[in-house]
């Protein structure tokens, strides 16, 4: 992988970052406090992964869908009280959230899998496999 294509990966995933931060100014959360899940994105030959931590939810609570090469993570985690009780003290946040990646080109859309364990998400997309991998394409002027 050329330079050049790493950093233009990482122009792109910053642009999302803004984006996202953008909207989620834009557009009040639903009430007091909102809910911004930690996830982690991993690499190897084969994959890539992203890794979220969605303590408290479960799998039925979690949507992920796929549009136009941008994979988007959503759910909505609520606070369950019992009948006589009230909340006194609150440290744990809630309400609905929605994360959005753009796959890379080389990023095989059909391949997608995924886990969900113990409050942890895992999505996983496989590489294309280049046949020329790294090498150059003479193309004809006409």
Known sequence: ?????????????????????????????????????????AENDQKYSIIMDLPGMAKEQVSITLKNGVLTISGDRELYLEDDEKLVKSERKQGSFSRAFALPEHSDTSSINAA???????????????????????IPIK
């Open 116 to 138: 969900f364990n113990d409050g942890v998400l895992k999505v996983s997309v496989s590489k294309k496999v280049s046949e020329e991998d790294g090498d150059s394409q003479s």
């Open 1 to 41: 992988m050329s330079n050049f294509s790493i950093d233009l990966e990482k122009q792109l995933s910053k642009l999302g970052r803004d984006i996202q931060q953008l909207v989620e100014r834009a557009v009040p959360a639903q009430g007091a406090v909102s809910f911004h899940p930690r996830c982690d994105v």
